[in-house]
């Protein structure tokens, strides 16, 4: 895939943009699709990244290419859901899915495995056959997951909602917040769960990144609800997403850069007129939406005063900041039908004890790892292999402490140092190590294994300390007021995961959250009628 996005350096057009978009995430690019869809905007999209799409671009070593953070993705596969017609009409049905199959996530908890397997009832099915005395606790936990999915409409309703009827949205989802309000463990322990079935419950919870006693109900409800029928894989790798939307951005006039990175948002008599960027250059608009994050927001490119003054900081610090990661990309010399690779990812843990195992590890990196999650683009991918004949991908993602890494902040991309590399060399080594215990038959086939660290994420996309999915999923993060599309500044808007959900999905649909309350309109039911026009 080539590169995405036009060289800043290459663009000479910076005058009568309608809106400024800081990032080129799936919730950017989202804002910027609708925005021109709906509104006929003509939007300026700016990455600070090479290349376009944030946690959903590829990069690619001779023969072989890795996403770097859509593994699967839920509600796509049916034409009826709200998510498959947003991608539907932000890539104007230009982008396919392919199926991962009955099985989309299998958990391998000490010597027990579990299916997730596709279809509602199917998963129940599958959880009364592996825990037949557990009937109540399981009943439980699906309908607290209805419960919470089917309140979390008025609470995403509040986000977007002007005056009184943002506050009726408000008072309207109590419900949401009875699970919200709780961790995982609390719910869960409350419905009566054994360790066993709780920890297998919980077992993607690295697709938000806290472990059961820290992280909120909503979002493990908000998780499960999203795959329970299933999931899919963009074909032609995950940056088919940027490729496929940036066309309707740039045919209202708009354009997204790559290169450009933003240095400050410009804010003048109390409202947002536009960004300075890195080289100095002022690129004024009406409007500017932030996709770098919340944290990033608000303590690199608002003011110091005005992010005081709003209380941004302070919310950080209430909410904190979500885990950091280890990733290992790996090269195969074999193609992933040869290797029997298996579309489905893969959830290993040593024991059902996830936070005691979490909190020794983010203590001791020599510790075992408590969780680590396998992933193969080139197996999930129908064409793959014919980009790359003869070659096979994975990715290996493990949890890291940002405190590990943290002398090493302040240094350049490939110049960290000797101690730097020999750390990361230690990790890479007991990756593969897992990997093989894994997937034997990979053993041997192995040409390329290049670790990502906290630093990667830091340099790259910009998250602080490495923060893999922005502000923490804790019940804190449900109560913030700060987390919606319209900012205290005005003209400065939010856009992304931080204002919805971890995923691409939460990141899509904070990105629907943004440009309905810039245009004053429910993009939803205009989604529903794609073909109308504004």
């Not at 419950?201 to 006693?213: E, H, R, S, V």
């Not at 409007?287 to 005081?308: K, N």
């Not at 290992?328 to 039908?337: C, W």
């Not at 899509?508 to 309905?516: D, E, N, Q, R, V």
């Amino acid at each position: 895939m080539p590169t995405l996005g036009t060289a800043y350096k290459r663009h000479t057009d910076f005058d009568g943009y309608d809106v400024i978009v800081i990032g080129s995430g799936i919730g950017g690019l989202t804002t910027a699709a609708l925005l021109s869809r709906f509104g006929h905007k003509r939007v300026l999209v700016l990455e600070r990244h090479f290349t376009a799409g944030g946690f959903t671009h590829t990069f690619t070593r001779p023969g072989y290419e890795w996403d770097v953070g859509v593994h699967y993705i839920g509600q796509v596969l049916g034409k009826r859901t709200l998510l498959s017609r947003l991608f539907a009409t932000i890539t104007e049905g230009r982008l396919q899915w392919a199926s991962l199959g009955q099985v989309y996530d299998q958990a391998v908890i000490g010597d027990f495995t579990f299916n997730f397997v596709a279809g509602r009832e199917n998963l129940h099915a599958a959880l009364h056959a592996a825990f037949p005395h557990e009937s109540a606790a399981i009943q439980g936990y699906l309908r607290a997951v209805g419960e919470t999915v089917a309140a979390s409409q008025h609470y995403f309703a509040a986000k977007i909602l002007p005056g009184l009827a943002g506050k009726a949205a408000q008072r309207m989802a109590r419900g949401f917040y009875r699970y919200a309000n709780r961790t995982v463990h609390a719910v869960l322990t409350e419905l009566g769960a054994s360790p066993l079935l709780m920890a297998v419950l919980t077992a993607q919870y690295g697709d938000y990144g806290l472990p059961p006693k820290q992280a909120s109900f909503a979002m493990q409800a908000l998780l499960a609800h999203h795959y329970f029928e299933g999931a899919a894989y963009p074909v032609g790798g995950s940056s088919s997403l940027a490729a496929n939307i940036i066309p309707l951005v740039e045919a209202q006039g708009g354009a997204v850069l790559v290169r450009a990175e933003v240095q400050k948002i410009l804010i003048r008599d109390g409202k947002a007129v536009g960004v300075r960027m890195h080289d100095g250059r002022e690129i004024l608009a009406p409007a500017v939406v932030s996709d770098a994050g919340f944290a990033t927001t608000f303590t690199r490119l608002v003011p110091p005063e005005t992010a005081q003054r709003i209380g941004a900081l302070e919310a950080v610090q209430r909410v904190g900041l979500s885990m950091a990661h280890f990733a290992l990309h790996v090269g195969l010399e074999s193609s992933a039908e040869a290797l029997n690779l298996p579309k489905h990812n893969l959830w290993l843990y040593p024991n059902e004890r996830h936070d005691e195992n979490v909190a020794r590890y983010l203590a001791d990196p020599e510790a075992p790892f408590p969780m680590l999650f396998i992933s193969s683009a080139a197996a999930r991918d129908p064409d793959f292999a014919h980009r790359h004949p003869g070659h096979a991908t994975l990715e290996i993602v493990a949890p890291a402490n940002w405190a590990w890494f943290q002398r090493w902040e302040h240094t350049r991309w490939q110049k960290r140092g000797p101690d730097y590399e020999a750390f990361k060399a230690r990790i890479r080594e007991r990756l593969l190590e897992a990997l093989y215990t894994a997937l034997p038959q990979t053993r041997g086939h192995v040409r390329i294994a290049e670790l990502g660290t906290p630093l990667s994420t830091l340099t790259f996309a910009g998250h602080p300390q490495g923060s893999i999915y922005g502000l923490a999923h804790t019940p804190a993060r449900f109560h913030e007021p700060l987390l919606r599309p319209a900012t205290p500044i005005r003209g400065l808007y939010l856009t992304g995961a931080d204002i919805s959900t971890a995923g691409v999905g939460g990141a899509a649909a904070g990105g629907l959250l943004t440009a309905s309350v810039i245009l004053k309109r429910n993009l939803i039911k205009a989604l529903a009628q794609p073909q109308e026009t504004a």
